[in-house]
């Protein structure tokens, strides 16, 4: 098992430009490259390894088998004035997340709240960046997609939803956004490999084996499902973001939407719902933001227990990220020796990694919006 | 303690025209008399009887001191076509939220979708209500509103948001409609009486004792609070809730909520959120619903494990409210008693139960609504 001792640093904008040169060279036009670069480089800086850089030996085989489209052109269905229904085009997930949430803002910018559910699209990273995406433009925001079923519901024996994510943000001044970004899942599958590696048992509402039956054991829930948070409860949200997503846009909902990893050679069929609103409809921006000191504050400034530290929606990943524009982002050594046989085979260069002694320091840039 | 063993049965439009008389003469008029009366008549069919008739004599004492406003005048305080802010005038939280969710629909109908976020309202009784005002007219619908904090945070000691309920509906053609409607805790506060009463331990994860630290104890838990479903997950949407609900509507949030028990004489400053949107804007209704009958019945028809039942939203309540509409409304002898004084004060007839051998049957009246 390679761990992050393991990793090499790489600079933020030495990643950005070796991405954007990648994402080029698989034919995607200059601002669809920057796009695609930004929300990689973005997700590492959060810390959410699981859907940064790790995602792009999967993505550039997909753009390069022309699976899935590297320049989609996004259609309006239907037009109500603040509720639009799209179609991805088979897009690369955060180009078509990118342009849904674009229009869900302009609707939003001219009638106070605007809503576009996609369909045709595929994995578009983490949810948080279409909710970052509002914010820096000083919306509220949710953000929602469907995933291929791997979630048993209460009762259930096999997964009959995913555990879709939801994420939602919201424009602060107090140095980091509120961004909530959640799957309906107890947990994802990466703790049970962590707790076998440890021989720990799981705690009964993280997973179930291969039957459907709740586990503590973390070899069978490696061969088995997941469960939602608060049993019934997760479940039902899960069915709500598959509605607003899958449903209501004649897309792909439940099983019928694939997996990138064990359906590589087909476009995905995923659907997101992006929803933009304005904070300052009643109270204007400035008093907004007063009122989101006030609410964090109060949170802040509640006594926590011994020993532990209680977080806001987007504290950590703001942590994470200021360390890391300063200190660099980790690759470890085996994915960045296939990162950079990806080049080598697309004729671009291969990512530098930092020599420490002369590791660039400075502020969050990305997050500096207010 | 006592049980559904004591309870006498009541007809449902015979607790209607009672409650309409009781609420008539705490000075409302007809039209809003019939709206609280339809309203908890409606939660006791479907069985969320901690939010029903129960509640009763609080919310009698409120109106008749005062407290809360049985006519309220619901302000436009913001209007941005698609998005608009109001005022409850302290209302009656039934009417307030039922005023809301019309002028979400309303809104909806012209553009698509709809929000309203109201402040100053008071307890609005089960979610469920208002996404199912929205379902009967063919809409999509989210509900929320925040309560006064009891909620403790992973890593706090005191609670410092409420177990803020949220709640979804869809139109279906295939008998219930979808309603989801769950707060943002594990469990609520009965289920420690509960297992205190049968001396059993309650799982980790439900509860804090009055330090907030987490507690296996039902006794420490009853002094203590409430934990969110799947930890930060609940914690961060609850804090969602209280943003849509509290913040943007300029009203109160977090601990400046009053609970209508702790301080039965102020009103309490309660905030909600109403959501509407048309969920066949492209599909058009039918194809809409064909597509609800998929989703659905892929669900239902999915494995379960041995002597387990798997139900989608709704479902419950459904069959909960046919069975209660042939054998009446249980209400417990003691909650009978405290009615009836309450229908003497204020010179109504007291409530009559069934006879049971003349029980009406028939079939689910209101939810008749295709």
């Known amino acids: 098992m390679t761990t992050m001792n393991d990793a090499k640093r790489v600079n933020r904008d030495v990643l950005g430009g070796f991405l954007f040169k990648l994402f080029s060279s698989l034919g995607m036009t200059g601002e669809n490259a920057r796009t695609c670069a930004d929300a990689v480089v973005l997700t590492n800086?959060?810390?959410?390894?699981?859907?940064?850089?790790?995602?792009?030996p999967t993505y550039a085989r997909r753009l390069r088998e022309n699976v899935i489209n590297g320049n989609p052109k996004v259609r309006v269905l239907a037009d109500s004035g603040a509720l639009r229904i799209l179609d991805g085009d088979e897009g690369m997930g955060f180009l078509v997340g990118h342009e849904a949430m674009h229009q869900a803002m302009e609707m939003a910018g001219a009638h106070g709240i605007g809503m576009a559910s996609v369909r045709n699209s595929n994995h578009f990273g983490a949810a948080s960046l279409y909710a970052w995406q509002a914010v820096k433009e000083g919306f509220m925001a949710l953000v929602m997609s469907n995933v291929r079923p791997n979630m048993v519901a209460p009762g259930g024996a096999e997964p009959v939803t995913g555990n879709n994510p939801i994420a939602f943000g919201a424009p602060t001044r107090l140095g980091f956004p509120f961004l909530l970004d959640i799957s309906m899942s107890t947990v994802a599958g990466g703790k049970f490999f962590l707790a076998q590696s440890r021989e720990e048992k799981i705690p009964f509402g993280w997973a179930t084996d291969k039957d459907g039956k709740p586990t503590d054991d973390p070899g069978k829930a490696l061969e088995g499902f997941l469960l939602p948070i608060g049993g019934h409860k997760g479940f039902g949200l899960s069915l709500v973001v598959d509605l607003l997503c899958g449903v209501i846009s004649g897309g792909t909902f439940q099983h019928r939407i694939?997996?990138?990893?064990?359906?590589?050679?087909?476009?995905?069929?995923?659907?997101?719902?992006?929803?933009?609103?304005?904070?300052?409809?009643?109270?204007?921006?400035?008093?907004?933001?007063?009122?989101?000191?006030?609410?964090?504050?109060?949170?802040?400034?509640?006594?926590?227990?011994?020993?532990?530290?209680?977080?806001?929606?987007?504290?950590?990943?703001?942590?994470?990220?200021?360390?890391?524009?300063?200190?660099?982002?980790?690759?470890?050594?085996?994915?960045?020796?296939?990162?950079?046989?990806?080049?080598?085979?697309?004729?671009?260069?291969?990512?530098?990694?930092?020599?420490?002694?002369r590791a660039p320091r400075g502020p969050g840039r990305i997050l500096n919006h207010r």
């Open 45 to 56: 800086l959060w810390g959410i390894d699981s859907h940064g850089i790790v995602r792009l």
């Open 258 to 357: 694939l997996s990138m990893y064990t359906s590589p050679d087909s476009t995905s069929g995923t659907c997101h719902m992006m929803l933009a609103l304005d904070p300052g409809v009643l109270l204007g921006e400035s008093a907004y933001l007063d009122r989101m000191d006030t609410f964090y504050r109060s949170i802040k400034s509640s006594p926590v227990r011994a020993e532990s530290c209680m977080y806001l929606p987007g504290e950590i990943e703001h942590a994470t990220m200021l360390r890391r524009e300063s200190d660099g982002i980790p690759v470890h050594d085996e994915l960045l020796r296939e990162i950079n046989c990806l080049a080598r085979d697309l004729g671009v260069e291969a990512l530098d990694t930092i020599d420490q002694t």
